[in-house]
């Protein structure tokens, strides 16, 4: 006898529960059950739409992996170097850094982000020193190209 009446009180209790937290203070037991019911079906079927958008998104995201993008220009103390990319690209400033040094480019003046995405804007100045090479915009491009390449190579792995 004691055993049901503890039952009923932990049901009255749920119950109680359930209506605070669907803020249904109506009196059948049988509309609150489902009210919460009907809740809970909604909630999986939000769950299962996110869950396929996410799915959605990710594939989207792995598809869509293109080269960064490179752009140089000739100025008059140097070269205008700028890397765009639509994702972050860890470990591509090293290789950068590296075409330019192996360039003998000076860095003058730099600015660098690779928080969501990847940028660089660089302000690069041939160094003086005994090697002659001449240094024009396209050789500038094809260097740090394959360097971004190599990059690319390493990262894949």
Known sequence: MVSR???????????????????????????????????????????????????ATARKIADYDPMPKLEVKMQEEGFVIKVL??????????????????????????????ADSFTLEALGNKEKNEDSRALDAQLVEEVVSKAIQNWREVSEI
Do not use: W
């Open 5 to 55: 009446i503890h039952k009923r009180t932990a049901m009255y209790r749920n119950l109680q529960l359930l209506r605070s937290i669907r803020y249904s203070y109506s009196p059948p037991k049988a509309s609150v059950l489902l009210d919460v019911s009907n809740c809970i079906q909604g909630l999986k079927q939000k769950l299962q739409e996110l869950n396929e958008l996410k799915v």
């Open 85 to 114: 990319s639509q994702r972050s690209c860890q470990g591509l400033l090293v290789f950068i850094l590296e075409a330019f040094e192996e360039l003998g480019l000076d860095v003058l003046q730099a600015r660098v982000s690779c």
